[in-house]
């Protein structure tokens, strides 16, 4: 991992740290090779993306594509996120007008439920 893209990536997760170790959470570095893990299976599908759809011509769009990615990517890891806390702990509690998530309905579930007018049903995630 060389290069200006890693610098910045290094300095950003220092920061991150620094800040979770002020505000008295530096223990959640003893989660950092999860979050390391899943990160280098999301690099790799990214690469296979941009390999398989992407012309050298395309890359300022593939740019492009990498910042609505990575909103979608922070989209699903929210969805994600509810979806382990129902398998985790259970139903959560909903608003009457909402259903709550259901663990089998996996992240394309949600993603498909979303309501007309293009948000995603409301829910509660439980840390």
């Known amino acids: 991992m060389e290069g200006v893209a890693a ?3 290094r300095r950003s997760a220092r920061r991150g740290t620094d800040g979770l170790d002020r505000i008295g959470h530096g223990s959640f570095i003893e989660l950092l090779d999860d ?3 899943a990160c280098e299976r999301i690099a790799e599908a990214d690469l ?3 390999e398989r759809w992407v012309q050298v011509d395309d890359l300022v769009e593939s740019v492009v594509g990498t910042v609505l990615g990575d909103a979608m990517l922070s989209a699903i890891r929210r969805l994600a996120r509810v979806n382990a ?3 985790r702990y259970g139903d959560v509690t909903q608003p009457q ?3 709550a998530p259901q663990p089998t309905d996996g992240i ?3 993603i498909r439920r979303a309501d007309a007018s293009g948000h995603a049903p409301a829910v509660t995630p439980v840390f």
């Open 7 to 9: 610098e910045s990536g």
């Open 97 to 99: 007008d909402r259903a």
């Open 35 to 37: 979050y390391a893990e």
């Open 85 to 87: 806390s129902a398998h």
């Open 48 to 50: 296979t993306y941009v």
């Open 108 to 110: 394309y579930g949600a």
